[in-house]
């Protein structure tokens, strides 16, 4: 009986990660491939496995949703840097050390509970190594703090700040919340760009992302003891111009998202995420296109209902540049795959951009 309590914690706290991260659908398609008893709904899940199963099969159910759980966290929503592939680039995989023991180890693919995450540094940690096949995957866990504002009750203040703070209209507070990111490095065997993808809360922030990103890179150059000067991965492709040629492709997904600058200097930003239609089709996108003649897009979010072959997917793209890059010099080196439900769409996502480089 205590192994079998056990067996239901350890589904409960699969599920319970996996709650807000993937889609209920995905998980009852995923049980039921693998001849799992679902439910309607997440707080059922984990009771109809283990009363209809054995043991046995409630751990099996486990080691499955932890793979899924990890899974996700590879090809899930990330912030994405590709880097030319060099001659220079196998010699990482060969200084690789063997993998460790770390703090994450314990609960890995699961993030570790929040007291231990905010007593470790924020430097990235090599948790896991996984090679499937057409190329190698490393994850790297750190704790990501994010500062959070939130609005205040007077009611919820002490009788003598009541008194104080009754005159304002409204109180608000900053909050330091903390996450377990979950940073990938993939290095392909073919002549594909390696992937450096992270997790990254404010995605358009571009101190942030490029911090993190900067920040994997480090870590793995001090892995494989090659200074950072000499590390092969120092250039990412400049994305910006993939912008404009997606745009100027009525074939290619369908634009939800824009930022552009017209012939005038005026700025306009249009969205379109509630209804599936292409804004480059729009009515007020079209007229105001014949009206000025051209415009120059500097953000680009397009998105996918279909693979190549035709097959159901959804997938999203977020090119996010600024203006500042129409005139500037300065790169867009980074992407954001927001919609990755699996790692077909992902990779999906991946091959598009690619396509145009």
């Given amino acids: 009986m205590h192994q079998l309590d056990t067996s239901r914690t350890r589904l409960k706290t699969s599920i319970r990660s996996l709650h807000g991260l993937v889609p209920f659908r995905i998980v009852q398609h995923f049980l039921r491939e693998r001849n799992f008893p679902t439910s309607r709904s997440w707080a059922d899940v984990a009771d109809n496995i283990v009363n209809s199963c054995d043991e046995r099969d409630a751990l099996r159910a486990t080691d499955a949703l932890l793979t899924l ?23 990482i995989l060969r200084k690789l050390p ?14 570790l509970p929040e007291h231990r995450l905010r007593k470790l540094p924020e430097i990235p940690c090599l ?20 500062v959070v504002r939130e609005q205040l009750s007077l009611e919820h203040l002490r009788e003598t700040y009541i008194e104080q703070y009754k005159s304002f209209d409204e109180l608000f507070a900053v909050r330091k919340t903390i996450t377990q990111a979950y940073d990938v490095v993939y290095i392909p065997r ?39 000067v000499a590390f092969p991965l120092k250039k990412p492709i400049n994305l910006f111009p993939l912008i404009r ?8 997904g369908r634009v939800c998202e824009i930022s552009f600058e017209c ?33 120059s897009p500097y953000l680009l979010a397009v998105a996918w209902d279909k693979d190549e072959q035709g097959n159901p997917l959804e997938a999203e793209i977020v ?33 598009r951009i690619q396509s145009y480089l």
Wanted: net charge positive.
């Fill in 127 to 146: 948790v896991a190594v996984r090679d499937i096949g057409e190329g190698l995957i490393l994850v790297f866990c750190s704790p990501r703090y994010k």
């Fill in 98 to 111: 063997p993998l460790e023991e770390n703090p994450y180890s314990a609960t890995y693919p699961l993030p």
């Fill in 69 to 91: 759980y990890e899974e996700y966290k590879i090809w899930g929503k990330k912030v994405v840097a590709l880097f030319p592939m060099t001659a220079q680039i196998p010699e």
């Fill in 190 to 228: 073919n002549q594909t760009p390696v992937q450096v993808r992270v997790d990254c809360l404010q995605f358009r922030h571009t101190r942030s992302a490029d911090k993190y990103l900067d920040s994997v890179l480090v870590a793995l150059a001090s892995l494989v003891n090659i200074h950072t």
């Fill in 319 to 351: 090119l996010p540049g600024n203006r500042k890059m129409l005139r500037d010099a300065k790169p867009l080196t980074r992407a954001f795959i927001p919609k990755a439900v699996s790692r077909e769409a992902f990779d999906f996502a991946i091959r």
């Fill in 245 to 252: 040629k997606i745009y100027d492709n009525p074939k290619e």
């Fill in 263 to 295: 012939s005038t200097q005026a700025r306009h930003h249009q969205h379109f995420r509630q209804v599936r239609a292409d804004l480059r089709n729009e009515v007020y996108h079209r007229a105001g296109l014949e009206a000025v003649g051209m415009i």
